[in-house]
């Protein structure tokens, strides 16, 4: 057998390269989001900032329609995968500015494009498989994904108590189809985007007199909540199942 003569003077720079490779997009996007608040960038994706432009963003809107609704998409997609807290009061703007029917597709287009970048630059820079380290709950969750990946990630959109940049991330910790990821991110994001997306639209008038739109508990709302929950079910029925069916064998 002949020695290993490995050089591992070489070896250091390709390990430090492939880190770099790794970790750097991590790194513009944690400098991207610290840059978005240092700027004071939520106070322009606030209710307050929407009524203060109002009169501004329409006739921008109507005068460069398709530009606004691409630029719109863009920005939607740079604020979910740089994880900015608060997207809802975007989908609320895409209401007001475009409709509902160019302002629902909008927003799960751009919700899905972002979600997925930093999905991937998740998953690249921490790894699939990290959660199984964290104790036998994730390990167990693991398992029931594995088992039932679109129902569980489905599920996981329609929960309104889990925020969305965290929903985003959760899956890279795991080894989770791209494509699945994707599919129940886009339909997954539907029903709450119908409903924000839905106040904005409207909501003219109450901006014009100055008045309040209340948003506080609004995807636990009876009417907003039990569709959700209904689907909820129906993303259960192949986890039930599939253990009724464990259980007769």
Same mark, same amino acid.
């Given at each position: 057998m002949e020695p290993d003569t490995t050089d591992m003077s070489t070896l250091e720079p390709q390990v430090k390269k492939s880190k770099l490779k790794r970790f750097l997009p991590l790194a513009i996007i944690a400098a991207a989001s610290t840059a978005f608040f240092a700027l004071g960038g939520p106070k322009y994706i606030s209710l307050d900032s929407l009524r203060d432009n109002q009169e501004f963003l329409k006739a921008f809107v109507a005068d460069n329609y398709l530009l606004a609704v691409f630029g719109f998409v863009a920005i939607y997609a740079v604020l979910v995968a740089i994880s900015v807290p608060g997207a809802g009061f975007l989908s609320i703007f895409a209401g007001f500015l475009f409709g509902l029917t160019t +302002? !629902?597709?909008? !927003?799960?287009?751009?919700?899905?494009?972002?979600?997925?970048?930093?999905?991937? !630059?998740?998953?690249?820079?921490? +790894?699939?498989?990290?959660?199984? *380290?964290? +104790?036998? $709950? #994730?390990? *167990? $969750? &693991? *398992?029931?994904? *594995?088992?039932? &990946?679109?129902?569980?990630? $489905? /599920?996981?959109?329609?929960?309104? /108590?889990?925020?969305? $940049? #965290? !929903?985003?991330?959760?899956?890279?910790l795991f080894d989770v189809k791209v494509r699945n990821y994707v599919l129940t991110t886009f339909f997954g994001i539907i029903p709450g985007s119908l409903v924000y997306v839905s106040v904005g639209n409207g909501i003219g008038d109450a901006l014009s007199a100055g008045q309040d739109v209340p948003l506080s508990g609004l995807m636990l709302r009876p009417a907003v909540i039990l569709p959700i929950l209904g689907l909820m079910l129906l993303s259960m029925i192949p986890i039930v199942y599939k253990k009724l069916s464990k259980k007769k064998i």
């Open positions: +302002g !629902v597709p909008a !927003v799960i287009i751009g919700a899905t494009i972002g979600a997925t970048i930093i999905f991937l !630059v998740a998953r690249s820079a921490l +790894g699939s498989g990290l959660a199984a *380290k964290a +104790g036998p $709950f #994730m390990a *167990k $969750f &693991e *398992k029931g994904l *594995k088992e039932n &990946e679109l129902s569980y990630l $489905f /599920i996981l959109r329609l929960v309104p /108590i889990f925020p969305f $940049f #965290m !929903v985003n991330i959760v899956p890279a």
